[in-house]
C-alpha cells in the first residue's frame, strides 16, 4: 500500500490521517478533537531529512494557511501564515519594499517549516531564520489560540522560534525583515589549495560567501554575493553570475535527490574542519560524488539554534537517496563532533537526547517550557519521545 505521507527525499513515510487545515479555527478545530493519547505533528513542505513529522495518528497539511497577511513598513516587519512558501515571499514584500534578511539555498520550504529547524543561508554576519521570528500565533493542546513575542508568554515565544513542531501547530509568523535589496553574485572556480589559504577571512569581504567542494575534481565551486546599485539582468543568468533582488538571486534549483548531514561548529574551526573532512573523503570515499558544502552563519540567542551565541560555520555532506551513506556520515560526525559540532535540526545526524543536551546550552530550558504547554506529549512523535529528557 503506498504510504500517505512521504518527506522530500522519499526516504521517510507514514500512514497518518493527512489533515489539510484552511484556517486558525480550522486548525484549532482539529487539535482539539484530538483522541485521548493520539499523536499530532505538523508538516510545511516536508523537506527534512529527519524524522521530525512521521506518526501515525495525524499530519497536520499547512498548505492552506498561505499569504502574507499584513506589512507594516515603518518598522519593516510583515505576518506572514505559516504554511506560506518562502517562494511565494519574494514578490509580495518586494511589492511593499521590503525583504527577507536572508534565506536557504532553495525556497520551497514553507516560512514556519524553515523557522522552526533553524534553516539558514550564508553570510558572516546574517543569522538563520528563526532569529527573525519576532512574535507567533500558535495553537495549543486542547485548541487554544495564543500569541507569543518577547512581551507576551516570551518563553513560549524563545521555544517557538525553533519549536520542531513540538509545541503545537503555528499558524502565523511575525517576522523582522529590512528593506528591499538587490544582489550580485559572482562565482570562481579555484583549487581547493588556494580557497584554503584565505578561508578564515575570506567571508569577511562578502555579504554572502559559499563554496561547494568537488571531492572528483578537487575543485571549489565558490560564490560571493554582495548588494548593488546595478540595475537587474533579466532573464536571469545561470548560477554564479546573476544580478537581481534578493529573492531572485538568493535561491537556486537543486533538483537531485539525496540525503543531507550538516553540522555547525564554531566559526574559526571551519578551515581546519573542512580540511580534514576532505582528508576523510579522499581517503577513504574517493569514488564519492557528491558536493561539501561550506557557509558561514551570525550568532544568535535562539535557545535550539545551532548558532546559538557561536559564530558558526556550516558545513554539509550530501549523498545519493539510493545509497547507504550510514558509514561516511558517521565518520564525519565523529570529525564535527571533535569540535563541538551541533547538527542541522532537519539534517541526518545519529545523536541521541544525551548528546543533544550537551551540546545545546538551552536545552533543559527548551523542554521545560514544551513540557509546560504539552504535558502529555500530544505534539510529539517517536523521535522527540527519543530524544525527550
Ligand atoms: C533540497 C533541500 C535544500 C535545503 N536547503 C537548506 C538550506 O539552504 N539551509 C538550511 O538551513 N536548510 C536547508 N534545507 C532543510 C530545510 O530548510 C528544512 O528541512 C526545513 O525545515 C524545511 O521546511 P518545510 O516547510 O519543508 O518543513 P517540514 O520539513 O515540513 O517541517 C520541518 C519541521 O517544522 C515543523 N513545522 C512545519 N510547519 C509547522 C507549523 N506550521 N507549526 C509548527 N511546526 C511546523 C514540522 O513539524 C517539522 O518539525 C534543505 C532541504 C532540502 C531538501
Known amino acids: 500500500m503506498t504510504p500517505n505521507w512521504s518527506n522530500w ?6 500512514d497518518a490521517e493527512l489533515v489539510h487545515v484552511r484556517s486558525e479555527d480550522d486548525v ?7 483522541e485521548p493519547g493520539s499523536t499530532i505533528r505538523v508538516a510545511g513542505r516536508s523537506h527534512s531529512h529527519m524524522p521530525l513529522i512521521p506518526n501515525d495518528d495525524t499530519i497536520v497539511d499547512t498548505s492552506g494557511l498561505n499569504g502574507i497577511i499584513s506589512t507594516n513598513v515603518d518598522d519593516q516587519t510583515a505576518w506572514i501564515w505559516a504554511g506560506t512558501p518562502i517562494a511565494a515571499l519574494g514578490a ?31 553570510g558572516r554576519t546574517l543569522q538563520n531564520i528563526s532569529a527573525s ?26 521555544v517557538v522560534r525553533l519549536n520542531l513542531g513540538a509545541v503545537g501547530v503555528v499558524t502565523r509568523l511575525h517576522l523582522q525583515l529590512r528593506e528591499a535589496y538587490k544582489l550580485r553574485e559572482d562565482g570562481a572556480i579555484q583549487p581547493f589549495s588556494e580557497v584554503i589559504d584565505d578561508l578564515a577571512v575570506r567571508p569577511d569581504r562578502s555579504r554572502h560567501y559559499e563554496f561547494f567542494w568537488l571531492p572528483d575534481r578537487d575543485l571549489v565551486v565558490g560564490k560571493a554575493i554582495d548588494e548593488t546599485d546595478d540595475e537587474p539582468e533579466y532573464p536571469l543568468a545561470r548560477e554564479g553570475r546573476r544580478v537581481a533582488w534578493n529573492y531572485e538571486v538568493l535561491p537556486n534549483h537543486r533538483a537531485w535527490k539525496h540525503t543531507e548531514m550538516e553540522y555547525s561548529i564554531p566559526d574559526d574551526e571551519g578551515p581546519a574542519c573542512v580540511a580534514e573532512i576532505r582528508d576523510l573523503v579522499r581517503s577513504d570515499y574517493p569514488d564519492m560524488p557528491w558536493a561539501i558544502e561550506y557557509r558561514t552563519l551570525a550568532a544568535d540567542d535562539v535557545w535550539m539554534s545551532t548558532a546559538y551565541q557561536r559564530r558558526t560555520v556550516t ?20 570529525i564535527f563532533r571533535q569540535v563541538d559540532g ?5 539534517k541526518l545526524n545519529y545523536l541521541d537526547g544525551e548528546d543533544l543536551a550537551s551540546i545545546h546550552p538551552r536545552w533543559d530550558d527548551w523542554w521545560r517550557v514544551r513540557d509546560a504547554a504539552d504535558p502529555d506529549g500530544v505534539f510529539l512523535n517517536d523521535y522527540l519521545t527519543m530524544i525527550r529528557p
Open 133 to 158: 521570528v519576532i512574535g507567533a500565533r500558535i495553537v495549543l493542546v486542547g485548541g487554544e489560540v495564543v500569541d507569543c513575542s518577547a512581551s507576551e508568554r516570551s518563553d513560549l515565544w524563545e
Open 92 to 122: 509580495p514584500l518586494h511589492a511593499a519594499g521590503l525583504a527577507l534578511k536572508n534565506q536557504g539555498d532553495i525556497d520551497r520550504q514553507t516560512i514556519a517549516g524553515a523557522a522552526a529547524t533553524g534553516t539558514h543561508g550564508t
Open 28 to 34: 484549532a478545530r482539529r487539535v482539539a478533537a484530538a
Open 342 to 346: 551541533r547538527p542541522h535540526w532537519a
Open 315 to 334: 558545513i554539509s555532506l550530501h549523498y545519493d537517496v539510493d545509497a547507504d551513506e550510514e558509514e561516511m556520515y558517521r565518520a564525519a560526525e565523529r
Open 9 to 14: 527525499s522519499g526516504r521517510l513515510t507514514a
